[in-house]
């Protein structure tokens, strides 16, 4: 149950409401545009850099300020990027604000929606399985493969998000991945966005967003020998830039 003190309070007027439903129409436009470019523009570079475009529009549609700090953090070369998650719109400011090299690792329930499935894997997105043994089995073999080959990933290691503000335990899939690809783990922070549109909310609100890329962890070192030490390793790092609390910490070891 989430503790009160820690609920964002969002309060939404008339005004609100509109801008909401606007930012809404903005954000449906821009997902036709881009699968419009993934139908019609050759080359999966190609259509990763137009859909970054559409995703971008969004917030400049929007009059959402996005700061955006470290990006010559990332690696020239190829490596695994984990964001902490906390609201719907994580992904579209991934796919906004970062370069369009990477694909991303997304929840197997997005099959079930077919635009959205369509759109995700024409820009090179890999599904996983969260709650079926064997489906989970097949998607590792399937990451293992991308990092092995130097295919630069995203993730959200914790899964999914919920309405309490913090950061959750992490998933190894994403870890385990950058050790077999022997490949850099990039923490990447994003700060704004369960304001804007938190769990259970159906409309948006304007708010400022930030985007912080992290230095990057280099798995050969041997502090971070395991998937578990790599997880943990950058949690921290997140943990000490996102200013919301440790929910391991918080909720005890059951979570």
Not at 67 to 92: F, K, M, R, T, W
Not at 232 to 243: M, T, Y
Request: hydrophobic share 50%.
């Amino acid at each position: 149950m989430s503790d009160p003190a820690l609920t964002i309070t969002r309060k939404i007027g008339a005004t609100g409401s509109l801008y909401g439903v606007f930012l809404w129409i903005v954000f449906v436009l821009a997902v036709f545009a881009a699968i419009f470019f993934t139908i019609f523009v050759p080359g999966l570079e190609r259509r990763r850099r137009w859909v970054t475009a559409a995703a971008r529009s969004v917030f400049r549609c929007g009059g959402i300020g996005v700061s955006v700090h470290g990006l010559e953090q990332l690696p020239s070369g190829h490596c695994v990027v984990v964001a902490n998650h906390a609201s719907y719109i994580d992904g579209v400011i991934l796919q906004a604000f970062l370069p369009p090299r990477f694909s991303y690792v997304i929840k197997g329930e997005m099959r079930n929606i077919p635009i959205v499935h369509f759109l995700l894997r024409r820009i090179g997105a890999k599904f996983v399985e969260r709650f079926v043994t064997s489906g989970s089995a097949r998607d590792a073999r399937v990451l293992l493969k991308a990092a092995s080959a130097g295919e630069s990933l995203a993730f959200f290691p914790e899964g999914t998000f919920i309405e309490q503000p913090g950061l959750g335990r992490f998933r190894n899939g994403a870890f385990v991945a950058a050790i077999k690809g022997g490949i850099p783990i990039v923490p990447v922070v994003i700060r704004g966005s369960r304001y804007i549109l938190p769990a259970r909310h159906v409309l948006p609100c304007r708010g400022p967003l930030a985007l912080d890329v992290l230095a990057p962890i280099l798995p050969v070192d041997s502090d971070y020998s395991s998937p578990a030490k790599l997880a943990e390793a950058a949690r921290q790092r997140i943990l000490g830039v996102l200013d919301e609390p440790d929910l391991i910490v918080a909720n005890g070891p059951q979570m």
